[in-house]
Protein backbone atom coordinates (compact mmCIF):
# COMPACT_ATOMS: atom_id res chain seq x y z
CA UNK A 1 0.00 0.00 0.00
CA UNK A 2 1.10 3.59 -1.02
CA UNK A 3 0.63 5.32 2.31
CA UNK A 4 2.85 2.82 4.18
CA UNK A 5 6.09 4.32 1.98
CA UNK A 6 5.15 8.05 3.73
CA UNK A 7 6.62 7.17 7.03
CA UNK A 8 10.04 7.97 8.96
CA UNK A 9 11.91 10.71 7.59
CA UNK A 10 10.94 12.81 4.84
CA UNK A 11 12.38 16.33 3.57
CA UNK A 12 10.57 19.39 2.80
CA UNK A 13 12.92 20.05 0.13
CA UNK A 14 14.64 23.65 0.02
CA UNK A 15 14.40 25.41 -3.66
CA UNK A 16 18.25 26.70 -4.08
CA UNK A 17 18.57 29.83 -5.81
CA UNK A 18 21.36 31.17 -7.70
CA UNK A 19 23.02 34.99 -7.14
CA UNK A 20 20.21 36.13 -9.82
CA UNK A 21 17.93 34.90 -8.30
CA UNK A 22 17.40 31.74 -10.74
CA UNK A 23 16.40 28.34 -9.56
CA UNK A 24 19.90 26.28 -9.39
CA UNK A 25 19.29 22.84 -10.34
CA UNK A 26 22.86 21.80 -9.99
CA UNK A 27 22.56 21.88 -6.42
CA UNK A 28 18.89 20.90 -5.99
CA UNK A 29 20.18 17.74 -7.92
CA UNK A 30 22.76 17.15 -5.13
CA UNK A 31 20.78 17.87 -2.33
CA UNK A 32 18.49 15.05 -2.88
CA UNK A 33 21.64 13.10 -3.33
CA UNK A 34 22.75 14.15 -0.30
CA UNK A 35 19.54 13.68 1.72
CA UNK A 36 19.42 10.32 0.17
CA UNK A 37 22.12 8.96 1.23
CA UNK A 38 21.78 10.35 4.44
CA UNK A 39 19.18 8.02 5.13
CA UNK A 40 15.93 10.03 5.10
CA UNK A 41 12.60 7.94 3.74
CA UNK A 42 10.90 10.43 1.50
CA UNK A 43 10.91 13.42 -0.71
CA UNK A 44 8.79 16.66 -0.50
CA UNK A 45 8.35 18.89 -3.35
CA UNK A 46 6.87 22.37 -3.24
CA UNK A 47 6.32 22.67 0.24
CA UNK A 48 6.24 25.68 2.57
CA UNK A 49 10.02 25.37 2.69
CA UNK A 50 10.57 25.39 -1.07
CA UNK A 51 9.55 29.12 -1.41
CA UNK A 52 6.55 28.11 -3.70
CA UNK A 53 4.39 31.18 -3.34
CA UNK A 54 7.42 32.98 -5.10
CA UNK A 55 7.73 30.24 -8.18
CA UNK A 56 5.88 30.95 -11.43
CA UNK A 57 4.71 27.62 -13.14
CA UNK A 58 7.66 27.27 -15.29
CA UNK A 59 10.03 27.25 -12.10
CA UNK A 60 7.55 25.24 -10.01
CA UNK A 61 8.04 22.41 -13.08
CA UNK A 62 11.65 22.44 -13.45
CA UNK A 63 11.94 22.16 -9.81
CA UNK A 64 9.91 18.96 -9.82
CA UNK A 65 11.46 17.33 -12.79
CA UNK A 66 14.99 18.01 -11.28
CA UNK A 67 13.95 16.30 -7.78
CA UNK A 68 12.20 13.42 -9.77
CA UNK A 69 15.19 12.75 -11.98
CA UNK A 70 17.63 13.19 -9.36
CA UNK A 71 15.75 10.77 -7.14
CA UNK A 72 15.24 8.43 -10.22
CA UNK A 73 12.68 6.49 -8.23
CA UNK A 74 14.33 5.38 -4.99
CA UNK A 75 12.40 7.36 -2.63
CA UNK A 76 8.86 8.06 -2.59
CA UNK A 77 7.98 12.00 -4.20
CA UNK A 78 5.20 13.98 -2.46
CA UNK A 79 4.29 16.90 -4.17
CA UNK A 80 2.61 20.32 -2.73
CA UNK A 81 -0.64 20.98 -4.19
CA UNK A 82 -2.66 23.52 -1.89
CA UNK A 83 -4.33 26.87 -1.94
CA UNK A 84 -7.72 28.20 -1.09
CA UNK A 85 -9.60 28.45 -4.29
CA UNK A 86 -10.58 24.53 -4.37
CA UNK A 87 -11.50 24.65 -7.98
CA UNK A 88 -8.31 26.15 -9.01
CA UNK A 89 -6.37 22.91 -6.93
CA UNK A 90 -9.29 21.02 -9.11
CA UNK A 91 -8.09 22.13 -12.39
CA UNK A 92 -4.11 21.89 -11.67
CA UNK A 93 -4.92 18.34 -10.42
CA UNK A 94 -6.51 17.38 -13.80
CA UNK A 95 -3.72 18.83 -15.37
CA UNK A 96 -0.37 18.01 -13.43
CA UNK A 97 1.37 14.46 -14.24
CA UNK A 98 1.69 12.32 -11.98
CA UNK A 99 4.52 9.96 -13.27
CA UNK A 100 6.48 9.90 -10.61
CA UNK A 101 4.57 11.53 -7.95
CA UNK A 102 3.41 9.07 -5.14
CA UNK A 103 0.82 11.44 -2.72
CA UNK A 104 0.12 15.20 -2.76
CA UNK A 105 0.23 17.64 0.69
CA UNK A 106 -2.32 19.57 0.17
CA UNK A 107 -2.31 22.90 2.94
CA UNK A 108 -5.42 23.68 5.17
CA UNK A 109 -6.89 27.32 3.33
CA UNK A 110 -5.05 30.20 3.75
CA UNK A 111 -6.74 33.67 4.45
CA UNK A 112 -10.57 32.49 3.64
CA UNK A 113 -11.03 31.44 7.55
CA UNK A 114 -12.84 28.30 6.35
CA UNK A 115 -15.60 26.82 9.07
CA UNK A 116 -14.72 23.15 10.23
CA UNK A 117 -17.43 21.58 7.87
CA UNK A 118 -15.49 23.91 4.88
CA UNK A 119 -12.35 22.44 5.33
CA UNK A 120 -14.02 18.95 4.99
CA UNK A 121 -15.87 19.50 1.41
CA UNK A 122 -12.45 21.36 0.30
CA UNK A 123 -10.37 18.37 1.05
CA UNK A 124 -12.94 15.40 0.23
CA UNK A 125 -13.67 17.30 -2.98
CA UNK A 126 -9.09 17.17 -3.32
CA UNK A 127 -9.05 13.75 -2.17
CA UNK A 128 -11.70 12.53 -4.98
CA UNK A 129 -9.79 14.39 -7.56
CA UNK A 130 -6.50 12.76 -6.81
CA UNK A 131 -5.41 10.42 -8.29
CA UNK A 132 -2.41 9.63 -6.27
CA UNK A 133 -3.14 9.60 -2.31
CA UNK A 134 -3.46 12.60 -0.06
CA UNK A 135 -1.62 14.05 2.97
CA UNK A 136 -3.12 16.69 4.95
CA UNK A 137 -1.08 19.22 6.21
CA UNK A 138 -2.30 21.58 9.48
CA UNK A 139 -0.33 24.83 9.95
CA UNK A 140 -2.51 27.24 11.53
CA UNK A 141 0.67 29.61 12.12
CA UNK A 142 0.96 30.33 8.60
CA UNK A 143 -2.92 29.96 7.92
CA UNK A 144 -5.23 31.53 9.96
CA UNK A 145 -7.39 28.21 10.21
CA UNK A 146 -6.87 25.18 12.69
CA UNK A 147 -8.13 21.84 11.48
CA UNK A 148 -9.64 20.28 14.60
CA UNK A 149 -9.37 16.79 16.01
CA UNK A 150 -12.74 15.84 14.78
CA UNK A 151 -12.58 17.34 11.25
CA UNK A 152 -9.22 15.53 10.94
CA UNK A 153 -10.35 12.05 11.79
CA UNK A 154 -13.71 12.55 9.72
CA UNK A 155 -11.18 12.90 7.02
CA UNK A 156 -9.04 10.07 8.00
CA UNK A 157 -12.08 8.03 7.19
CA UNK A 158 -11.36 8.75 3.30
CA UNK A 159 -9.70 5.92 1.59
CA UNK A 160 -7.43 8.21 -0.61
CA UNK A 161 -6.60 10.66 2.89
CA UNK A 162 -3.82 8.64 4.68
CA UNK A 163 -1.59 11.23 7.01
CA UNK A 164 -2.03 14.27 8.14
CA UNK A 165 0.73 16.34 8.50
CA UNK A 166 0.68 17.76 11.97
CA UNK A 167 1.83 21.45 13.09
CA UNK A 168 -0.44 22.68 14.87
CA UNK A 169 2.27 22.53 17.58
CA UNK A 170 -1.07 21.81 20.10
CA UNK A 171 -0.27 18.74 21.87
CA UNK A 172 -3.33 17.88 22.97
CA UNK A 173 -5.28 18.04 19.82
CA UNK A 174 -2.58 15.84 18.03
CA UNK A 175 -3.06 13.04 20.73
CA UNK A 176 -6.37 12.91 20.00
CA UNK A 177 -6.41 12.67 16.44
CA UNK A 178 -3.37 9.79 17.34
CA UNK A 179 -6.09 8.44 20.03
CA UNK A 180 -8.69 8.19 17.76
CA UNK A 181 -7.19 7.69 14.14
CA UNK A 182 -8.10 4.34 11.96
CA UNK A 183 -5.12 1.84 11.84
CA UNK A 184 -4.19 3.23 8.04
CA UNK A 185 -3.70 7.01 8.89
CA UNK A 186 -0.77 8.09 9.74
CA UNK A 187 0.54 11.37 11.64
CA UNK A 188 3.49 13.16 10.45
CA UNK A 189 5.03 15.86 12.46
CA UNK A 190 5.17 19.04 11.01
CA UNK A 191 7.67 20.48 13.66
CA UNK A 192 11.09 19.56 13.60
CA UNK A 193 11.55 20.17 17.50
CA UNK A 194 8.86 18.13 18.88
CA UNK A 195 9.28 15.32 16.49
CA UNK A 196 10.90 12.88 18.74
CA UNK A 197 7.70 13.21 21.63
CA UNK A 198 5.61 13.10 18.96
CA UNK A 199 6.44 9.48 17.67
CA UNK A 200 6.51 8.58 21.16
CA UNK A 201 3.25 9.22 21.48
CA UNK A 202 2.53 7.63 18.35
CA UNK A 203 3.34 10.08 15.32
CA UNK A 204 5.07 7.57 12.25
CA UNK A 205 7.08 9.93 11.03
CA UNK A 206 7.97 13.72 9.86
CA UNK A 207 8.34 16.15 6.91
CA UNK A 208 11.34 17.88 7.87
CA UNK A 209 12.91 21.30 7.37
CA UNK A 210 16.50 20.06 9.16
CA UNK A 211 16.92 17.12 7.49
CA UNK A 212 17.96 19.02 4.32
CA UNK A 213 20.91 20.76 6.40
CA UNK A 214 21.53 17.39 8.29
CA UNK A 215 19.76 14.31 7.11
CA UNK A 216 21.53 11.41 8.69
CA UNK A 217 21.80 12.45 12.52
CA UNK A 218 17.94 13.64 11.86
CA UNK A 219 16.82 10.33 10.39
CA UNK A 220 18.56 8.65 13.01
CA UNK A 221 16.79 9.73 15.62
CA UNK A 222 13.36 9.52 13.90
CA UNK A 223 14.39 5.79 13.32
CA UNK A 224 15.27 4.70 17.08
CA UNK A 225 12.62 6.13 18.09
CA UNK A 226 9.82 4.35 16.03
CA UNK A 227 12.24 1.38 16.90
CA UNK A 228 11.80 2.22 20.64
CA UNK A 229 14.93 2.65 21.02
CA UNK A 230 14.10 5.97 23.17
CA UNK A 231 17.29 6.63 25.33
CA UNK A 232 19.86 7.17 21.89
CA UNK A 233 16.63 9.04 20.08
CA UNK A 234 16.84 11.30 23.12
CA UNK A 235 20.87 11.84 23.32
CA UNK A 236 19.88 12.66 19.02
CA UNK A 237 17.56 14.90 19.89
CA UNK A 238 18.81 17.05 22.72
CA UNK A 239 22.10 17.28 20.72
CA UNK A 240 20.05 18.88 17.85
CA UNK A 241 17.39 20.79 19.72
CA UNK A 242 19.38 24.13 19.96
CA UNK A 243 20.49 24.27 16.31
CA UNK A 244 16.86 23.42 15.51
CA UNK A 245 15.57 26.37 17.10
CA UNK A 246 17.54 28.23 15.24
CA UNK A 247 16.75 27.05 11.96
CA UNK A 248 13.30 29.28 12.53
CA UNK A 249 14.39 31.90 14.51
CA UNK A 250 14.78 34.41 11.45
CA UNK A 251 12.20 32.74 9.41
CA UNK A 252 12.26 29.41 7.59
CA UNK A 253 13.83 28.45 5.20
CA UNK A 254 16.16 31.72 5.46
CA UNK A 255 17.72 29.29 8.74
CA UNK A 256 18.68 26.28 6.88
CA UNK A 257 19.90 28.17 3.70
CA UNK A 258 22.38 29.93 5.79
CA UNK A 259 24.38 26.66 7.15
CA UNK A 260 23.54 25.20 4.31
CA UNK A 261 25.62 28.06 2.46
CA UNK A 262 27.85 28.01 5.65
CA UNK A 263 28.52 23.91 4.50
CA UNK A 264 28.63 25.17 0.58
CA UNK A 265 25.33 23.27 0.10
CA UNK A 266 23.84 25.92 -1.51
CA UNK A 267 24.00 29.54 -2.00
CA UNK A 268 22.16 31.90 0.84
CA UNK A 269 19.95 33.76 -1.78
CA UNK A 270 15.84 33.47 -0.57
CA UNK A 271 13.30 35.18 -2.69
CA UNK A 272 11.51 38.48 -0.85
CA UNK A 273 9.29 38.60 0.73
CA UNK A 274 11.44 37.05 2.73
CA UNK A 275 15.69 37.77 3.60
CA UNK A 276 18.44 36.53 4.37
CA UNK A 277 19.03 35.45 8.57
CA UNK A 278 20.65 38.44 10.27
CA UNK A 279 24.31 38.01 11.22
CA UNK A 280 23.59 36.88 14.91
CA UNK A 281 21.26 34.32 14.06
CA UNK A 282 23.94 33.06 11.59
CA UNK A 283 26.89 33.59 13.57
CA UNK A 284 24.98 31.05 16.35
CA UNK A 285 23.82 28.67 14.16
CA UNK A 286 27.55 28.39 12.68
CA UNK A 287 28.85 28.41 16.25
CA UNK A 288 26.37 25.76 17.28
CA UNK A 289 26.92 23.31 14.02
CA UNK A 290 30.37 23.68 14.59
CA UNK A 291 30.32 22.71 18.64
CA UNK A 292 27.91 19.81 17.78
CA UNK A 293 29.42 17.62 14.87
CA UNK A 294 25.80 17.40 13.44
CA UNK A 295 25.74 15.44 10.10
Known sequence: MMHKQIKGTGVALITPFMQD????????????????????????????TSEAPTLNAGEKDLVVQTILQANAGKLPVVLGMGGNNTAAILQQISQQDFTGIDAILSVVPYYNKPSQAGMIAHFEAIANASPVPVVLYNVPGR????????????????QNIIAVKEASGDLNQIMEILRDKPDNFCVLSGDDAITMPLIALGAEGVISVAANAWPRDFSQMVRWQMEGKTTEARKLHYQMLALTGLLFADGNPAGVKALMAYRALCEEVVRLP???????????????????KIV
Do not use: M, Y
Open 143 to 158: TGANLKAAACLHLAKH
Open 274 to 292: LVPVQKPIREQLIQEWNQN
Open 21 to 48: FSVDTIALTRLVEDVTKGGVDFLVALGT
